[in-house]
């Protein structure tokens, strides 16, 4: 998997088409680790999601893509930030560009079996404290950060970085 290229610039995302993405913080009940997913495209450690499929919700598109690459069952907890900058976009090497409008939720597992996939051939549960030492771009820890605060309603940031 080539990863796509992170293209920034005063209102870049004009030159891409809109694409809604869905991730999630997942803690583990019993041990209140994180699960986070090694990427196959990049090689760092983010959290895990992709993209929404036309015909499904939100919540459902996010429990499909943390099933399809970790096999954990999930239960979303709640809506905890969305991302959005105009001034970014990825291009992906077939042509595609667009500009991804990110919803992250809490959640928790509640059942399925740890395995890898093609998009994640390495995935676990890590105390917070592990993951300050992960390979993992900024987005993905504003994410876990985002998720784990006690705030009453989901953040809202209109520029973000993917370093």
């Given amino acids: 998997m080539i990863p796509a290229t992170i293209i920034q610039g005063e209102r870049v995302a004009k030159r891409g088409r809109l694409a809604i993405g869905c991730s999630a913080t997942v803690v583990d009940p019993a041990t209140q680790k994180i699960l986070l997913?090694?990427?196959?495209?990049?090689?760092?450690?983010?959290?895990?999601?992709?993209?929404?499929?036309?015909?499904?919700?939100?919540?459902?598109?996010?429990?499909r893509e943390v099933w399809e690459e970790t096999g954990i069952q999930i239960r979303v907890k709640?809506?905890?930030?969305?991302?959005?900058?105009?001034?970014?976009?990825?291009?992906?090497?077939?042509?595609?560009?667009?500009?991804?409008?990110?919803?992250?939720?809490?959640?928790?597992?509640?059942?399925?079996?740890?395995?890898?996939?093609?998009?994640?051939?390495?995935?676990?549960?890590?105390?917070?404290?592990?993951?300050?030492?992960?390979?993992?771009n900024g987005l993905s820890r504003q994410r876990i950060d985002d998720a784990l605060a006690a705030q009453k309603a989901?953040?809202?940031?209109?520029?973000?970085?993917?370093?």
């Fill in 37 to 63: 997913i090694r990427r196959a495209d990049t090689g760092r450690w983010a959290v895990p999601g992709g993209y929404m499929e036309p015909g499904e919700s939100v919540i459902e598109a996010c429990v």
């Fill in 154 to 163: 989901a953040v809202i940031r209109d520029t973000y970085t993917v370093t």
């Fill in 78 to 136: 709640r809506l905890a930030a969305v991302y959005t900058n105009p001034h970014l976009v990825a291009e992906y090497p077939d042509g595609n560009c667009v500009q991804v409008v990110f919803l992250h939720f809490a959640a928790e597992s509640i059942g399925g079996d740890l395995c890898t996939s093609e998009e994640s051939p390495e995935v676990g549960y890590f105390s917070y404290a592990e993951i300050v030492g992960l390979d993992m």
